[in-house]
C-alpha cells in the first residue's frame, strides 16, 4: 500500500476537497484517514462510481474498517438530493463521517432543467451542512479542482486543494500541508517537515567567509584562517 503518510484527519465542519479529477483516490485518502481515527458509522453519497470496492480495501489498513462505512450509489440529481435528505434520518450520536464525492457533478446532467440546477443542488449542500453544524460530524465534499465549486464553496468551513505528484498526493490547507510521502522500503521528507522538526537556522553573527575566495580543506587552517580576518576587521586604520 503506498500513500502518503500525513494524510489530514478533518475536523468537525464541512470540508470542501478541490481533488485532481472527478475519479481522484484523495477523498478515500481522506475518508479513510479520518474513519480510522473515529469511532462509530459512517455514511458515504456516491456520485459517478467513485466508490470503488477495489480502491478502498487496497487503501485501507484493515478490512474491518470498512464495516462502519455504509455507501449509497445515485445515478441522477434527483436521487442524489433524495439521498441527502434520507441520511437525515439516519445520523445520530453514533456517526462519526459523511462523505460526498463530485457533490455538483449529476446536477449539470441534461436531464436537469437549467432553472432547478443551482436551487436542487444548493439545497442538497445546505443538507449536508446544516447536520456537519448540528451534529458537529467531519463532512467531507468534493468538486474537482477544474469546475467551479458553487454553493459548495460557500457553505464549506474551510477547502483543503489536492494535487497528483511523483511522490503521491499532496494536501494543503488551513492547518494542511503534506511534507512527507512513503513509499515501499522508505521515507521522502521536504523542506517544510525539516524546517518543522527543527526549526529555522539562525543567521549568523560572525564574519562571513566568502565563497569566491579560495579555501582550505584542512579545518585547522580554516580556523587560522577566520581568527586572521576577525583580527584585521578590529584594528584601527591609519590616516591617509
Known sequence: MTEPVDVPILDPG????????????????????????TAG??????????????TLYDLADSPRRLRRLRIARAFTAYQHHALGRRVVERVDGRTSLLVAP???????????????RERLLDSTVRTFAALADAREIPTLLSVPAEREPGPAAEHADR?????????????????????????????????????????????PSGPAVDPTGPGSPDPVEQATLAAAAVGAAGAPGGAD
Open 14 to 37: 464541512l470540508t470542501l476537497l478541490r481533488c485532481p479529477g472527478p475519479r481522484s483516490t484523495a477523498i478515500h485518502r481522506l475518508a479513510l484517514a479520518t474513519l480510522t481515527d
Open 102 to 116: 463530485n457533490v455538483a457533478s449529476l446536477y449539470r446532467d441534461d436531464d436537469v432543467p437549467r432553472y432547478q
Open 159 to 203: 477547502v483543503i486543494r489536492c494535487e497528483e505528484t511523483k511522490m503521491g498526493h499532496r494536501f494543503e490547507g488551513p492547518g494542511v500541508e503534506t511534507t512527507v510521502y512513503w513509499d515501499e522500503g522508505y521515507w521522502q521528507t521536504t523542506i517544510p517537515y525539516w524546517v518543522d522538526l527543527l526549526g529555522v537556522a539562525a543567521e
Open 41 to 54: 458509522v459512517a455514511y458515504w453519497v456516491d456520485a459517478r462510481n467513485v466508490a470503488s470496492t477495489y
